[in-house]
């Protein structure tokens, strides 16, 4: 897996969002629309060896992909508790499924009239 190639397509994925932003927090990339984080990417997370993004999830959606295939999506930690989705970027996941994901994630922080927009598209 090139990181590179990996890292960059998340970036084009998070940054089309209507009014997303990057910023550096806790030595790792993470995703925001109005400083309000939706998703995070990190490599090799306290040597945890996975390459992964941590994504806002709708209520269940974290228990019933954890459950259905515990070998692309995890509960992470520090944020699980809260419902928020590990996804195994290096295990062959459909980048459709991951944009869905992120997306998601997106709508479930992005305020009402970005929401709007975006479901309007």
């Known amino acids: 897996v090139r990181r ?3 890292l960059a397509r998340v970036r084009k994925i998070c940054l089309a969002l209507p ?7 806790w030595g790792a ?3 925001r629309v109005r400083d309000r984080q ?3 990417y990190l490599d090799n997370h306290h040597g945890d060896g996975k390459l992964a993004l941590w994504c806002k999830a709708p209520p269940g959606a974290q228990e019933s992909l954890v459950g259905a295939d515990p070998e692309r999506f995890f509960v992470p930690p520090y944020v699980g508790p809260s419902g928020w989705l590990g996804i195994q970027l290096d295990k062959g996941l459909d980048w459709g499924v991951i944009e869905g994901l ?15 927009a975006l479901e309007n598209a």
């Open 4 to 6: 590179t190639a990996v």
């Open 19 to 25: 009014e997303a932003h990057e910023k550096i927090a």
């Open 29 to 31: 990339l993470t995703f």
């Open 38 to 40: 939706f998703a995070m």
């Open 102 to 116: 992120l997306r998601d994630g997106y709508l479930e922080i992005a305020p009402k009239r970005l929401r709007a």
